[in-house]
């Protein structure tokens, strides 16, 4: 629920400005008084037109009588000229005391000189109590500054799921989507809607109460998210009693929507490690090519609708609302388990929307998966690594053969990588259904040079280097593998390996916005966050934490507690603090537990009650050469980014 609107109306308000100055100019001339490029910053701190007017005269000419004759024509002039701009005060005036009968606290940004922006609204808006009045730092260049809305936040105790950002210019739409608070974008800052548009606004509005419709359809959605993470089971929070085996319901919800999967051109993606990772990939490549492209994985780490994407885009709040409106009695009557409603939304968004292509990942093994009701273009399977032994079977053959039940008849599969106990099943599977089986083995990805931020990669195929110098962003070393899946798919696909596949690895970031594969979210100190959370993923994780060249390495840790933590111990680096930490949900290994797997494998740990506490102890005690590592679970990762 939205309990903070920080507005950042600097644009309207010193647009506003502007008028007054070139109104004071327009009068001192019309008097034969010299005039000047008036600061409004400068000359208006909030004491009134009387004073703006004041300081503009010649200092000779600033006797009461002059003053006020000059007020005499100001105000009509000015009223006459700038009314339509000047008419939304009243609006704002009648929304913010609106919002303050609703008991949503009120806050004032401003990514320009903040020492104007507080009398400025005080001096428009005298009723109106601010919670928070914060602006730019001294010395921090003008920029989209996340750092405001935290500081807001910080002193009206408000998540970043209840505070709605309010600007009127591109920076400020920016600032939001840095901070990762919902933005709305307003029209009375005399901005033009495309800028807005392009520039990330979530909503637009052309007058002050419209904000309260915004606000009331982002309630709705809170309400409706909350119904179904508290209703449905979801396996993402409690593990396998949230499994519902069989295609039945999922069945049942494409009847009740008019079969949508079978609208979809699709390719399906399966497997233990990288199906996340390559389906951004695909994602990335096809909206380079111009498509417009559907993209569905899981789980998410901050926002539900991270799941459901077209373009990089997460489905609109307003979409997920009348979607549940439409349909939420006939689906709860099935009773579905919160994957396959999602899923159902998923393909019924996709095809409502009409995407040119849609990449499905899925959920949890293949054969029995929900998204496996339909038939793609192609059929995916990255690598094969136990986990899920309860469900999937406790050898990596029984694993192999749930993950090929995605293979479809006559549907070309790719292998990614594949052993003696894997391939014979997939082989198996592929011929009884005449599905042409292909492997990444033909594809090499080799990395030259690397940074911190980026590797530079040459790319074979068949022998023969195909791109070289790609600048590629995924700094996990696995990822090596991952795009060779990828090659090999598109391959399979007849698709040209020329510069489009260029673009696809090297804007794979800002078009798909993939969250959490080795991301580096800081340089000082260095920190990196993984959601790997298998022995598969820790094998390849673990290698390349021992790599690193800092001083000390500091890993801030969690599990679920269905996943094998003794034999991902055995992997750790030795030469590291641990700082073990458990999330905010149910499955979670509680930290106590952890701590004495660590002491009697000799590793230096520490437990601490929450992701939070950990990582601050972690940040506290690096130093600048230091690298803090953030994982263990997506459920780390994702608490974290939260906070």
């Known amino acids: 629920m939205i309990k903070v609107v920080v507005f950042d109306l600097d644009g309207t308000l010193l647009n506003t400005l502007d008028d007054l100055a070139d109104s004071t100019n327009h009068i001192l001339a019309q008097h034969g008084f010299p005039t000047h490029p008036l600061d409004a910053y400068r000359y208006f701190v909030g004491n009134g037109i009387a004073k703006l007017v004041e300081r503009a005269l010649p200092a000779e000419h600033r006797t009461a009588t002059t003053i006020q004759t000059m007020l005499n024509e100001f105000i009509p002039y000015y009223n006459l000229h700038k009314a339509d701009k000047t008419s939304v005060y009243?609006?704002?005036?009648?929304?913010?005391?609106?919002?303050?009968?609703?008991?949503?606290q009120i806050a004032v940004a401003s990514n320009k000189v903040h020492s104007a922006m507080q009398p400025l609204m005080e001096h428009y808006f005298p009723e109106i109590h601010?919670?928070?009045?914060?602006?730019?730092?001294?010395?921090?260049?003008?920029?989209?500054?996340?750092a405001i809305v935290n500081d807001i936040m910080a002193v009206c105790k408000a998540k970043r799921s209840e505070v709605l950002y309010v600007g009127d210019t591109s920076v400020d739409m920016q600032t939001a989507a840095n901070a990762r608070v919902t933005s709305v974008g307003v029209l009375w800052g005399f901005r033009d809607r495309k800028e807005l548009e392009q520039s990330g606004a979530q909503y637009i509005i052309e007058k002050p109460e419209e904000l309260l419709s915004v606000m009331d359809l982002l309630n709705r959605y809170d309400e409706i998210t909350e119904h179904i993470f508290q209703c449905l089971p979801m396996y993402h929070k409690i593990g396998t009693a949230a499994y519902k085996e069989g295609l039945e319901n999922i069945e049942t919800?494409?009847?009740?929507?008019?079969?949508?999967?079978?609208?979809?051109?699709?390719?399906?993606?399966?497997?233990?490690?990288?199906?996340?990772?390559?389906t951004h990939l695909l994602s990335s490549y096809f909206q380079e090519l111009g498509y417009?492209?559907?993209?569905?994985?899981?789980?998410?780490?901050?926002?539900?609708?991270?799941?459901?994407?077209i373009n990089g885009q997460m489905m609109t709040k307003k979409a997920v609302v009348d979607f549940f409106t439409r349909h939420w009695q006939q689906f709860e009557q099935i009773e579905p388990s919160f994957f396959e409603m999602t899923t159902a939304m998923a393909f019924d968004y996709f095809a409502s929307e009409k995407v040119d292509i849609a990449i499905i990942e899925v959920g949890l093994g293949g054969r029995l998966d929900a998204t496996n009701v339909i038939t793609p273009e192609l059929s995916v399977i990255t690598n094969i690594s136990l986990e899920h032994t309860a469900l999937l079977g406790n050898t990596l053959a029984k694993i192999a053969f749930e993950k090929a039940g995605i293979i479809k008849p006559g549907v070309p599969v790719v292998i990614g990588e594949y052993n003696e106990e894997t391939m014979p099943v997939f082989q198996e599977v592929a011929t009884l259904r005449h599905a042409p089986l292909f492997t990444a083995d033909e594809v090499k990805v080799s990395v030259q040079s690397e940074?911190?931020?980026?590797?530079?990669?040459?790319?074979?195929?068949?022998?023969?280097?195909?791109?070289?110098?790609?600048?590629?962003?995924?700094?996990?070393?696995?990822?090596?593998?991952?795009?060779?899946?990828?090659?090999?798919?598109l391959s399979a696909l007849h698709c040209p390996l020329d510069d489009t596949l260029r673009r696809a690895i090297e804007h794979l970031l800002p078009n798909t916005h993939l969250l959490g594969r080795w991301q580096v979210v800081s340089q000082h100190p260095y920190t990196v966050c993984d959601t790997g959370h298998n022995v598969g993923g820790w094998i390849e994780n673990a290698a390349q934490l021992r790599k690193q060249d800092c001083q000390q390495l500091r890993v801030v840790i969690g599990f679920a507690n269905d996943k094998d933590v003794e034999s991902i111990i055995h992997l750790l680096p030795e030469k590291a603090f641990y700082y073990l930490c458990q999330a905010n949900i149910n499955r979670a290994l509680p930290s106590e537990e952890m701590l004495p797997m660590f002491t009697k494998n000799h590793l230096q740990a520490h437990a601490y009650p929450t992701v939070k506490a950990a990582y601050l102890a972690a940040l506290a005690d690096a130093g600048p050469d230091d690298m803090i590592y953030i994982g263990g679970s997506n459920f780390v990762v994702g608490e974290w980014m939260e906070e």
């Open 292 to 309: 417009k492209t559907g993209l569905y994985t899981s789980p998410h780490l901050v926002d539900f609708r991270e799941r459901i994407k």
């Open 130 to 146: 601010f919670a928070a009045a914060l602006g730019q730092r001294e010395g921090i260049p003008i920029k989209p500054d996340a």
């Open 253 to 278: 919800l494409m009847d009740i929507l008019d079969h949508p999967e079978k609208k979809l051109r699709a390719i399906h993606v399966a497997g233990t490690n990288g199906k996340g990772s390559v």
């Open 90 to 104: 009243p609006g704002m005036t009648q929304l913010m005391k609106t919002l303050q009968q609703k008991g949503i």
């Open 451 to 489: 940074t911190k931020e980026v590797k530079c990669i040459d790319i074979e195929k068949d022998n023969a280097v195909i791109l070289s110098n790609v600048q590629m962003p995924l700094m996990g070393d696995y990822q090596l593998k991952n795009v060779a899946t990828f090659i090999a798919a």
